[in-house]
């Protein structure tokens, strides 16, 4: 599951970001500008997978770790400002997936 402590730093990194927006912006962004900066995100993430297949040429500067942790942050970002909690529907979502294949060993 997502320990507290990893959920936690996800949010004091976003409150630093926040503290930017602010500085430079006037406001924080909205939850649809997070959303296009997940997307964006996203089809970065995308161009490195091809290039890690040999199906696209890298020109990105970053790397497929960082981008696929990148995403995964903004996830648990957007969950939090949604009023959603990541913790307890990921494990909702597992025991369901659990049962329905028949999955009994969890770890």
């Not at 402590?5 to 930017?20: D, E, F, K, P, S």
Request: charged residues 30%.
């Amino acid at each position: 599951m997502l320990p507290d402590n990893l959920v936690n730093r996800c949010r004091a990194i976003r409150t630093a970001y926040r503290a930017l927006e602010i500085k430079h912006h006037g406001a924080e962004w909205s939850i649809e500008e997070d959303l296009l900066a997940l997307s964006n995100d996203i089809g970065n993430m995308n161009r490195l997978i091809m290039t890690k297949q040999g199906r696209y040429y890298d020109e990105t500067p970053y790397r497929l770790e960082h981008k696929l942790a990148e995403n995964i942050w903004w996830l648990i970002e957007l969950a939090d400002r949604l009023n959603i909690d990541i913790q307890k529907e990921m494990e909702a979502f597992l025991a369901e997936k659990e049962k329905q294949f028949g999955i009994t060993d969890k770890g």
